[in-house]
């Protein structure tokens, strides 16, 4: 299963796409994973996109997530996430630093790469760009592949699907089959 | 004791008032202790501990004259909420031995034994138990056991700390005991030296109706306890539905860290009696008495129901950071809505959860690092309304732990079946903009054409598909009605606008991801 290859417990698994690259559609595809296992996820939410309508479309159970909010606070987002890293039982803690994050200071990641195998939790940052630095275990880029309308291309009646193309930008520990690869996801 | 055969536990406190200031202050009880009551000089003592009427301190004296008997006595105002949460602490102990009790007076509760036998086994057993409960909420109790309320009653008043009448010869027991054993008021007293009695059994050989003749209810009173019949009906207790403890302070407290302790001890002593009943915190109402006369209230809601005196301290501690009394403190009490302890933490083929009191203070770390509106579980609201949805309280799953999670392999299954498409991995998802960001769109057929905004964007519509019309509540004020489009805009951004058909204004609402 693609999760368990993107996720390992005490590791950290960053994820920077542009924007309409399918990232978010990857973080909403592990909370599935997660919290129909039973499962606890946490979502820390720099910039309050989280939209939990599509999430439970998409099948997530949401009385298993902890959504926290930061309001555009990406400090307290790191205090958050810090936080969550340090309570063994959730098995996913994923941080949504946004389209501006700064990068996090490398005694920090480090850190926080620590708590995260302390406490045996998967942490997923996702984002614009890399912030996370040498801590990450796994590093993934995503890219838009393709685009897909139905009906007429003049006037199409609805957005049918994305093609997401993803795209190992460092693998340090993880395993080998963790390899590039596309992904199709349905509108 | 046979099962079927009534046996009643008289379980008494002396001097309650005196046992619940000792109960929060246990240093007390190594010393001669009387609760006063009053204005200076006409302090009176309203109860003094066994020490302080060995060295002849009781109540109806003077502060002057108790002192004056006894130099070393420690002396304390009468604190009524602590009281009664030692008369509540009693009831409670009881009810954890036997689900059938009365609440008789202060400090006095008889219970029901019947049917313990097979659980606790013989009466003496069962005797020891109701102690040794009552000494877990910090209150040294005398239990009486008899065939009725009354024998009981006497029983516990003479002889050993647990006193079990015997069955067969409960009548020639009770008659041995000397009147001068019992506390009868000054009157009562000298009417039956007078009339030469000196057991109780030379009372119950008197005529029922003689006695009440001439000394009035009291007298009948006294002369049921003689005879050991009970002529009043049960009176059966139930617990409240909030659990209380308090504290009285002799000194004012300004201080949160010095407040602390305070609270935890009687936290401590509140939560001894919960856990006698299995019961948990849901949620804690604080009540601090303040040195200007009023109180300070706060109230509590814990993310999942504890039963562990450190976490509530710590959350306890952090409320009262952010919201701190105006004046120095005098008094504390704290009230518990409680819930039944759970009784297994989960299935066995469950993942493992955050332990509950870890998961209690995270979420308070969290509410207080973002705000208490920005953490919880997304709840979608069953309405038509883009982007509809509320914050619920996270309880770690436990709503969730009715459905039976998927096991991995379900899961593989389901992601076939369910998947739309032959390879889909999943759903496409949306990034939200709140607040919607206004944009101007033009427009060509009605359909969008072109969007920007005054922040930079400038861009061209690829493709769009809608609308899709929606409204609703257009019989009240938060009306709403919008036209959504799907576009493709020419900087490769796939997005969701909106048009609204009240304020005739585009706002670009989401963002596919």
């Known amino acids: 299963m693609l999760v368990d290859r993107l996720l390992r417990q005490g590791a950290i698994t960053e994820l920077v796409g542009p924007l309409s690259s399918g990232r978010t559609s990857v973080v909403t595809l592990c909370l599935r994973a997660i919290t129909r296992r039973g499962a606890l996820a946490a979502l820390v939410d720099v910039d309050h996109a989280f939209d939990p309508a599509s999430a439970a479309e998409a099948g997530v159970d949401l009385r298993r997530l902890l959504w926290v909010r930061s309001e555009g606070r990406r400090r307290a987002a790191l205090k958050a996430v810090d936080l969550l890293a340090r309570c063994p039982g959730f098995a996913l803690v994923a941080l949504d630093v946004g389209e501006s994050p700064p990068r996090l200071p490398l005694s920090a990641a480090f850190r926080l790469r620590q708590a995260a195998r302390r406490s045996r939790i998967a942490i997923l940052v996702v984002g614009a760009r890399r912030v996370v630095g040498g801590a990450a275990t796994l590093s993934l880029q995503t890219r838009r592949d393709g685009l897909a309308w139905l009906g007429p291309h003049h006037v199409p009646r609805r957005l049918a699907g994305m093609r997401t193309g993803l795209q190992v930008l460092r693998k340090q520990g993880a395993p080998a089959r963790v390899e590039s690869e596309r992904l199709w996801w349905t509108a | ?513």
């Open chain 2, 1 to 513: 004791m046979v099962d079927g055969v009534s046996r009643m536990a008289c379980v008494r406190v002396e001097a309650l008032a005196a046992a619940a200031l000792e109960r929060c202050e246990p240093s007390l009880r190594e010393q001669p202790l009387a609760v006063v009551t009053g204005t200076p000089p006409a302090k009176r003592v309203v109860e003094a501990n066994a020490r302080a009427r060995a060295e002849g301190v009781h109540p109806g004296l003077t502060e002057a004259e108790a002192v004056v008997r006894c130099p070393a006595l420690v002396r304390r105002a009468a604190f009524a909420e602590a009281e009664a949460a030692a008369r509540h602490a009693l009831l409670e102990a009881c009810l954890s031995v036997s689900p059938r009790l009365e609440d008789a007076a202060a400090g006095v509760v008889h219970v029901d034994l019947r049917g313990l036998r097979r659980l606790y086994g013989s009466d003496d057993e069962v005797g020891r138990r109701l102690r040794r409960q009552a000494r877990a909420v910090g209150l040294d109790a005398r239990v009486g056991i008899g065939a009725s309320r009354a024998a009981a009653a006497v029983a516990a008043r003479v002889g050993p700390p647990v006193h079990v009448l015997p069955t067969a010869t409960e009548r020639a027991a009770l008659a041995a005991i000397p009147l001068t054993t019992l506390e009868w008021s000054e009157e009562l007293g000298a009417t039956f030296a007078r009339w030469g009695l000196v057991t109780l059994g030379d009372l119950a050989a008197l005529p029922r109706h003689g006695v009440g003749a001439r000394l009035g209810p009291r007298g009948l009173a006294a002369h049921d306890l003689a005879t050991g019949v009970d002529r009043a009906p049960f009176r059966p207790w139930s617990p409240p539905p909030c659990w209380e403890d308090a504290q009285g302070l002799d000194w004012e407290i300004a201080t949160l860290p010095a407040l602390v302790p305070v609270l935890q001890g009687v936290l401590e002593r509140l939560l001894a009696r919960l856990t006698l009943a299995h019961l948990v915190v849901d949620a804690l109402d604080v009540r601090l008495a303040l040195a200007s006369g009023g109180h300070h209230a706060r109230s509590l809601a814990l993310a999942v129901p504890l039963g562990e005196v450190a976490p509530i301290v710590a959350l306890l501690a952090l409320e009262l950071e952010s919201h701190p009394p105006a004046v120095a403190v005098t008094g504390v009490a704290l009230s518990a809505h409680v819930v039944a302890r759970p009784t297994a933490p989960g299935g066995l083929w469950q993942p493992p959860v955050p332990a509950p009191r870890d998961l209690a203070t995270v979420l308070a770390r969290l509410t207080r690092l973002v705000g208490p509106a920005n953490v919880g579980s997304p709840v979608v609201v069953d309405s038509y309304r883009p982007d509809d949805h509320v914050l619920a309280p996270f309880d770690g799953g436990a709503r969730a732990s009715d459905t039976a999670p998927e096991r991995p392999q379900d899961h593989d299954a389901a992601t076939e079946t369910a998947a739309p498409g032959p390879n889909a991995a999943g759903q496409l998802a949306l990034r939200r903009l709140r607040p919607p960001r206004r944009v101007e769109v033009d427009t060509h057929d009605g359909r969008p054409r072109r969007v920007r905004d005054p922040l930079g964007l400038d861009a061209a519509v690829e493709i769009c598909a809608g609308p899709w019309r929606s409204s609703g509540h257009w019989w009240d004020t938060d009306a709403w009605a919008c036209d959504e489009w799907d576009v493709e805009l020419s900087d490769h951004i796939i997005c969701r606008l909106a048009h609204d058909r009240l304020t005739h204004t585009w706002l670009l609402t989401a963002v596919y991801d």
